[in-house]
């Protein structure tokens, strides 16, 4: 039927409804705003994600990766 959801999806949707997600660019000010989503999720006790989009126009090697996850950390 057009429109109706399963209760799987309902279920998933409210999930990700409790997820704080912050968006990364590795820059200071990202840093910055991961370390004030950091804290709001633990204040809300809500999980917490941290999303950084790659383009595919530059293609970055593994290493550059890796670099920027070191950095995060």
Not at 6 to 14: F, I
Not at 56 to 68: F, I, M, S, V
Request: proline share 4%.
């Amino acid at each position: 039927m057009k429109g109706t959801t399963t209760g799987r999806t309902m279920t998933t949707r409210a999930k990700m409804r409790d997820v704080i997600l912050c968006g990364t660019d590795f820059s200071e000010p990202a840093r910055e705003a991961a370390d004030i989503a950091a804290e709001l999720a633990a204040r809300q006790q809500r999980p917490l994600l941290l999303l950084h989009a790659v383009s595919t126009d530059g293609k970055p090697t593994a290493a550059d990766l890796q670099g920027r996850r070191e950095r995060l950390k």
